[in-house]
């Protein structure tokens, strides 16, 4: 065993070693946190099917290698999600796809949502001078379910929460500094936070609103000033979306705005620590304060891997994966392929299908993401059925238009074999496969 001296150190560790853990013991503990964190994220990161918000991404990302900006086949220009569109292009470039293990177009979301637990730590270090803080934060963000759970796909929202928590350090760093380094590097990283997913573009008139008052701010007293800074990062922006976006989706909100309340609740378990516990030392008052946080927070938290999660909010998730595979195994030279996003189609097999829209509304327009034209007819479908033959893929929205004619026929005709059916992951993630 190691003994201490008088002085504190560790013998047989290098002097070097030791000057770092008295500078810098946050490390000692962020490190091992972080190494979980992303075991966490990675861990069989292809297994799971892709959901369709993917399919989108990755659909985006073949027209960037095609074109070199996301051009879809429609004619229009996918202008969301740009930095996971175009990180999912450079990883295809770099290792081959595979849809039904694509591990490799999610591995830059899982890199983004690890870095959020560093990114957390050093913006609730830098607001609240505290180690236990910044530690707290990270282990909330690093066994959060959701946060492990959107940071196993290839979408922006793990990207979105990285660089902006990051350009938030800056932006606290330029209010007390007033250096234009400070001010570079927020608009730097606030620019790719936005690049990520359009939902940054909410923080503006808060940050705005800051400058603004930014006397106002600094007249509140230690601590009262950083929360009221935290609040308004958080109330503005969802007042922002609540006017200006066509959908309030729940994701918008929770992702984004997620991280201000774990750091901000971090603050207020170790402020409670501190009052019930006063007279202990500072390990013991830590170890409450976790001990609370746990308590708050024991339905977010997840302490062993999965390879496949529930994304709760509003995310359907048939398995595509399975039925896929059996339409590649069991499929005709000439078979028709019909769902309704015929993007599946060109990411599981490479090819075009033909597009079923979902509901009674007529659809006027090419399919955005491919172009196909819609059939819009119940004659439409029964023309193909008859002169063709192939698969229909039905998804987990088909409760919803299962009164549709279109789906009715499907689903009805005695000459239309079910070929497979899952209930998928959460609510509405039901699939069907059938064969004409």
């Not at 989108?56 to 051009?71: E, Q, R, S």
């Not at 034209?373 to 998804?395: A, C, E, K, M, W």
Request: net charge positive.
């Amino acid at each position: 065993m190691r003994r201490h001296d008088d002085a504190g150190r560790i013998h047989g560790l290098p002097s070097g070693l030791m000057k770092a853990i008295r500078r810098y013991p946050i490390w000692l503990f962020l490190i091992p946190i972080f190494s979980l964190g992303l075991f966490f994220r990675l861990f069989h990161i292809g297994f799971q099917s892709l959901w369709i918000d993917e399919v989108y991404t990755i659909n985006a990302a073949l027209a960037v290698l095609k074109h070199g900006y996301p051009l879809l086949d429609s004619g229009y220009i996918y202008v969301n999600n740009f930095v996971s569109v175009y990180l999912a292009a450079l990883m295809m470039k770099i290792a081959p796809f595979d849809a039904f293990s694509p591990w490799a177009v999610r591995l830059p979301a899982a890199l983004f949502g690890s870095g959020l637990i560093l990114a957390v730590a050093t913006l609730g270090r830098r607001l609240f001078k505290s180690n236990v803080v910044a530690i707290l934060a990270a282990f909330f963000v690093t066994f959060s379910y959701n946060e492990i759970a959107w940071s196993r796909q290839a979408r922006g929202y793990a990207a979105l929460a990285f660089f902006l928590i990051l350009s938030i350090c800056f932006f606290w760093n330029y209010l007390s500094s007033g250096k234009r380094r400070d001010l570079f590097w927020w608009i730097g990283l606030f620019t790719f936070a936005c690049l990520s997913h359009w939902s940054g573009l909410a923080f503006l008139p808060a940050f705005l609103i800051i400058l603004w008052k930014k006397k106002y701010l600094y007249s509140f007293a230690s601590y009262k000033k950083e929360l009221l800074f935290l609040g308004v990062l958080v109330a503005v922006p969802i007042v922002t979306l609540f006017i200006t976006a066509e959908r309030m989706i729940t994701r918008y909100i929770v992702f984004p705005f997620f991280p201000f309340f774990v750091i901000a609740l971090s603050f207020v378990v170790v402020m409670c620590a501190d009052h019930i516990l006063p007279n202990y030392r500072t390990a013991t008052r830590s170890l409450f304060a976790l001990l609370l946080l746990l308590v708050i927070g024991y339905q977010q938290f997840l302490f062993y891997p999965m390879i496949s999660y529930d994304f709760h909010v509003l995310s359907i998730q048939p398995d595509y994966n399975e039925v896929f595979s059996i339409i590649k195994s069991e499929k005709r030279p000439d078979d028709v392929i019909i769902s309704f996003c015929p993007a599946l189609h060109r990411i599981y097999l490479g090819e075009e299908g033909e597009w079923l829209p979902k509901g009674n509304r007529r659809q006027e327009k090419p399919d955005f993401y491919t172009g196909i034209d819609p059939i819009n007819t119940l004659d439409q479908l029964i023309d193909i059925t008859r002169s063709h033959h192939g698969f229909v893929v039905i998804d987990g929205e088909a409760p919803r238009s299962s009164l549709t004619n279109r789906v009715r026929y499907i689903v009805d005709n005695p000459h239309i074999k079910l070929e497979y059916h899952s209930s998928g992951y959460g609510q509405n993630a039901d699939i069907w496969l059938y064969r004409f």
